[in-house]
Nanobody, 124 residues
Framework: QVQLVESGGGLVQAGDSLRLSCAGSGRAFSNYHMGWFRQAPGKEREFVATITWSGNTVYAESVKGRFTISRDNVKNMVFLQMNSLKPEDTAVYYC??????????????????WGQGTQVTVSE
């Protein structure tokens, strides 16, 4: 079992920055690929970014160049630095963990572990 707890969400203005954190506990954290998803009201949950256990990253086109995902395997943490935020970034952001990287980019419904989510609201 892996437990994930997100933090760092909040209300910001367009153009501001936020840093989301996800604390992991349980089984060997470093063996898992990690990622972030988001879900806006009335919309499907969508992929944001993922980082493999070895540190390779993949981003959704909508956040590429603005968001940066990173991880600290010693502290069992994963981060999402969000810069130049836009109103369309408003959503609940979820941290996820799985040992299959394809589940992040193709079949996220099969991801095994999710956090409870943290709200990010970007005003005009």
């Amino acid at each position: 079992q892996v437990q994930l707890v997100e933090s760092g969400g909040g209300l910001v203005q367009a153009g501001d920055s936020l840093r989301l954190s996800c604390a992991g506990s349980g089984r060997a954290f470093s063996n898992y690929h990690m990622g972030w998803f988001r879900q806006a009201p009335g919309k499907e949950r969508e992929f944001v970014a993922t980082i493999t256990w070895s540190g390779n990253t993949v981003y959704a086109e909508s956040v590429k160049g603005r968001f940066t995902i990173s991880r600290d395997n010693v502290k069992n943490m994963v981060f999402l630095q969000m810069n130049s935020l836009k109103p369309e970034d408003t959503a609940v952001y979820y941290c996820a963990a799985d040992q299959s990287i394809l589940r992040f980019t193709q079949t996220h419904q099969q991801i095994n572990y999710w956090g409870q989510g943290t709200q990010v609201t970007v005003s005009e």
